[in-house]
């Protein structure tokens, strides 16, 4: 390679382009053409679905992607301080849905007046309820997993840890179908917050609804996402957490416990987790041990979409693919179970083409 | 004089390396001590083992007569000793203004931050006129005072300094060194490890001259200064 540097003349050096980009160059732009096809296909040509239907589809993209950018902070915020995947993120939240799920149930059966129970009568306590119970559940989850799969292996090869990761990831699962029965259970909401319920808008002529756990779900997520942003630029503790991503030990010389800050972001990222946890249960109604699963790699492609370890990256990266899965599907003409394969197809290409994702910016080699 | 370090023959490992074979080394309330060295001779492992970055396997450090050889750094952190690292160690993406905050991470007192501030921007004046700026976009000399600056926002009761003149052109490093000496005048303790053996050792009470990780000749500034061996070995004269 130096040798040939040297003897090739300069014009030439400057123009080569290595095989490697010539396959990235077609593949893009025959994912271009594709897509452009597609457009004009899906805006001249096919009518079948009308502006309600697309309408439709981009709700249900913006709420589930809501709740992918709330489980995508935690895969960033870990990421962003000690670069390791925490691959047992999504069983964390599962772990939450599951706490709240139990809490609804067991108010559900509290009676309160005649012929109603707690849950109804009190409503919003129940809710609340619930997320202290998910969000409990799963910050404790995650401080144990930090102490007990993560922290005795740090300091060794990072690939270590990330087995580790996939380990606990598993394990929790598994841990899960014992303890709970692999049986799909109906998560009980709220009366007024029952699923199907919801208010309508007439959209070219034809009602779309808007549901009420929909709406909850986007709202509450907004809500974390920008508690989450506020606690991390502007309290002692996300100052401590930036300081350490940037360089640990300069961090422990300001006098920062790193071990303590450590575990606390886990903490933090297993309360996101829980939270997203009971928001996913209360719109889509379903819960068993595997429903982490899905959701977790989903956010795990929103964080990298957006720029793993990048806070605004991962909310951005969550709203995009939920909207892109939502949608992907009639635009390109596909079934609708193959909306995985998109969101994973978007992971790839992103890998291939924008290693930093969308917000990132490129890692500085002491970093990786 | 009030002892306010004393570090007892302690030796500190990189693995198998041997860094420190038995440093000898105390400072006293008030003074300006320097550490000077050839490249590897242990000065940065001298000030890392003092504030915990490495332990000693052998030997203690005693600080204010309470034995912190074993501490983490953060508590020691937390006793009174900053650091002002080698290579300064800025927090790139962190504002000017977020580093000094986290320089007084440990102080939780409004009132004492304000007055600590108010005290580096009047050392640094252009440290305030780029409060907002990131970290990273500043220049070497700058990065400089902010890393003093930081190590000061916590009131330490010792300051160590690694290599506070590094890649600075000649006319920063005799200002970095004038406020160091006005640092020091003003009441705070220094340790200062650095290549600059001239400008270093002139603001000096006393010296310690560090060669493979042994202590091999101590003495003050002056003695130091006019001493054959180290005019030879580290003021480049023949």
Same mark, same amino acid.
């Given at each position: 390679?130096?040798?040939? #540097?040297?003897?090739?003349?300069?014009?030439?050096?400057?123009?080569?382009?290595?095989?490697?980009?010539?396959?990235?160059?077609?593949?893009?732009?025959?994912?271009?053409?594709?897509?452009?096809?597609?457009?004009?296909? &899906?805006?001249?040509?096919?009518?079948?679905?009308?502006?309600?239907? *697309?309408?439709?589809?981009?709700?249900?993209?913006?709420?589930?992607?809501?709740?992918?950018?709330?489980?995508?902070?935690?895969?960033?915020?870990?990421?962003?301080?000690?670069?390791?995947?925490?691959?047992?993120?999504?069983?964390? %939240?599962?772990?939450?849905?599951?706490? !709240?799920?139990?809490?609804?149930?067991?108010?559900?059966?509290?009676?309160?007046?005649?012929?109603?129970?707690?849950? =109804?009568?009190?409503?919003?306590?129940?809710?609340?309820? $619930?997320?202290?119970?998910?969000?409990?559940?799963?910050?404790?989850?995650?401080?144990?997993?930090?102490?007990?799969?993560?922290?005795?292996?740090?300091?060794?090869?990072?690939?270590? !840890?990330?087995?580790?990761?996939?380990?606990?990831?598993?394990?929790?699962?598994?841990?899960?179908?014992? %303890?709970?029965?692999?049986?799909?259970?109906?998560?009980?909401?709220?009366?007024?917050?029952?699923?199907?319920?919801?208010?309508?808008?007439?959209?070219?002529?034809?009602?779309?609804?808007?549901?009420?756990? +929909?709406?909850?779900?986007?709202?509450? @997520?907004?809500?974390?996402?920008?508690?989450?942003?506020?606690?991390?630029?502007?309290?002692?503790?996300?100052?401590?957490?930036?300081?350490?991503?940037?360089?640990?030990?300069?961090?422990?010389?300001?006098?920062?416990?790193?071990?303590?800050?450590?575990?606390?972001?886990?903490?933090? @990222?297993?309360? %996101?987790?829980?939270?997203?946890?009971?928001? *996913?249960?209360?719109?889509?109604?379903?819960?068993?041990?595997?429903?982490?699963?899905?959701?977790?790699?989903?956010?795990?492609? !929103?964080?990298?979409?957006?720029?793993?370890?990048?806070?605004?990256?991962?909310?951005?990266? +969550?709203?995009?693919?939920?909207?892109?899965?939502?949608?992907?599907?009639?635009?390109?003409?596909?079934?609708?179970?193959?909306?995985?394969?998109? $969101?994973?197809?978007?992971?790839?290409?992103?890998?291939?083409?924008?290693p930093s994702g969308i917000l990132g910016e490129v890692v500085?080699?002491?970093? &990786? | 004089?009030?002892?306010?370090?004393?570090?007892?023959?302690?030796?500190?490992?990189?693995?198998?390396?041997?860094?420190?074979?038995?440093?000898?080394?105390?400072?006293?309330?008030?003074?300006? &001590?320097?550490?000077?060295?050839?490249?590897?001779?242990?000065?940065?492992?001298?000030?890392? #083992?003092?504030?915990?970055?490495?332990?000693?396997?052998? +030997?203690?450090?005693?600080?204010?007569?309470?034995?912190?050889?074993?501490?983490?750094?953060?508590?020691?952190?937390?006793?009174?000793?900053?650091?002002?690292?080698?290579?300064?160690?800025?927090?790139?993406?962190?504002?000017?203004?977020?580093?000094?905050?986290?320089?007084?991470?440990?102080?939780?007192?409004?009132?004492?931050?304000?007055? =600590?501030?108010?005290?580096?921007?009047?050392?640094?004046?252009?440290?305030?006129?780029?409060?907002?700026?990131?970290?990273?976009?500043?220049?070497?000399?700058?990065?400089?005072?902010?890393?003093?600056?930081?190590?000061?926002?916590?009131?330490?009761?010792?300051?160590?300094?690694?290599?506070?003149? %590094?890649?600075?052109?000649?006319?920063?490093?005799?200002?970095?060194?004038?406020?160091?000496?006005?640092?020091?005048?003003?009441? #705070?303790?220094?340790?200062?490890?650095?290549?600059?053996?001239?400008?270093?050792? @002139?603001?000096?009470?006393?010296?310690?001259?560090?060669?493979?990780?042994?202590?091999?000749?101590?003495? @003050?500034?002056?003695?130091?200064?006019t001493n054959p061996m180290v005019r030879e070995a580290?003021?480049?004269?023949?």
């Amino acid at each position: 390679m130096a040798v040939e #540097t040297q003897t090739a003349p300069r014009g030439l050096r400057r123009r080569r382009i290595r095989p490697y980009q010539v396959v990235q160059i077609v593949v893009a732009v025959s994912i271009t053409a594709f897509l452009l096809y597609r457009l004009q296909y &899906v805006l001249f040509v096919d009518d079948l679905y009308g502006l309600d239907t *697309w309408t439709r589809f981009l709700i249900s993209g913006l709420v589930i992607g809501a709740v992918y950018a709330v489980i995508a902070i935690g895969y960033t915020l870990v990421y962003g301080i000690l670069f390791m995947i925490n691959f047992a993120h999504g069983e964390v %939240m599962m772990l939450g849905a599951f706490a !709240a799920y139990f809490v609804f149930e067991a108010l559900g059966a509290i009676p309160a007046g005649a012929e109603t129970s707690f849950l =109804n009568t009190y409503p919003i306590i129940s809710i609340i309820l $619930a997320f202290i119970a998910g969000m409990s559940v799963s910050t404790g989850m995650g401080l144990l997993l930090e102490r007990v799969a993560y922290r005795p292996l740090r300091g060794g090869p990072r690939l270590v !840890a990330l087995i580790s990761a996939i380990g606990a990831s598993l394990f929790l699962q598994n841990a899960a179908q014992l %303890m709970f029965s692999p049986r799909r259970r109906a998560f009980a909401n709220p009366d007024f917050l029952s699923r199907g319920a919801g208010f309508e808008v007439m959209i070219s002529g034809r009602p779309v609804l808007i549901t009420y756990t +929909g709406t909850f779900v986007f709202v509450g @997520s907004l809500l974390l996402l920008a508690l989450l942003y506020f606690i991390i630029q502007r309290t002692r503790f996300g100052q401590a957490v930036r300081a350490i991503a940037e360089d640990q030990e300069a961090a422990a010389l300001m006098g920062i416990n790193v071990d303590r800050v450590i575990a606390q972001t886990f903490a933090l @990222s297993g309360a %996101m987790a829980g939270a997203a946890g009971v928001m *996913w249960g209360l719109h889509n109604g379903i819960v068993y041990h595997f429903i982490g699963f899905l959701p977790g790699l989903k956010a795990f492609t !929103a964080a990298v979409l957006g720029g793993i370890g990048n806070i605004p990256g991962a909310m951005v990266g +969550g709203l995009v693919l939920g909207v892109v899965e939502a949608l992907g599907p009639a635009f390109l003409g596909l079934d609708f179970q193959l909306k995985d394969v998109i $969101a994973f197809s978007i992971l790839v290409l992103v890998l291939v083409f924008r290693p930093s994702g969308i917000l990132g910016e490129v890692v500085a080699e002491e970093k &990786v | 004089m009030r002892q306010v370090l004393s570090v007892d023959s302690i030796h500190t490992f990189y693995g198998n390396i041997h860094a420190l074979q038995g440093i000898s080394l105390e400072v006293n309330e008030g003074e300006i &001590v320097t550490l000077i060295g050839g490249n590897g001779a242990g000065k940065s492992t001298t000030l890392n #083992t003092i504030c915990g970055v490495v332990h000693a396997r052998e +030997g203690q450090v005693v600080f204010e007569g309470e034995d912190i050889t074993t501490l983490p750094s953060h508590d020691i952190v937390l006793k009174g000793i900053t650091q002002s690292p080698e290579g300064r160690r800025i927090f790139a993406r962190l504002s000017v203004l977020e580093n000094l905050t986290l320089g007084a991470y440990t102080r939780r007192d409004r009132a004492e931050f304000k007055r =600590n501030l108010e005290l580096v921007f009047e050392l640094f004046p252009r440290l305030k006129e780029r409060q907002t700026q990131f970290g990273g976009t500043l220049s070497g000399g700058e990065q400089q005072m902010l890393a003093i600056g930081r190590a000061m926002m916590a009131q330490p009761r010792l300051l160590l300094l690694d290599e506070p003149s %590094m890649g600075l052109a000649p006319i920063l490093v005799q200002e970095i060194f004038t406020i160091i000496d006005r640092l020091n005048r003003e009441g #705070t303790t220094i340790l200062l490890v650095e290549q600059n053996a001239q400008i270093a050792l @002139s603001i000096s009470d006393r010296g310690y001259v560090l060669q493979a990780g042994q202590i091999v000749l101590t003495g @003050s500034g002056q003695e130091l200064l006019t001493n054959p061996m180290v005019r030879e070995a580290y003021l480049g004269e023949l």
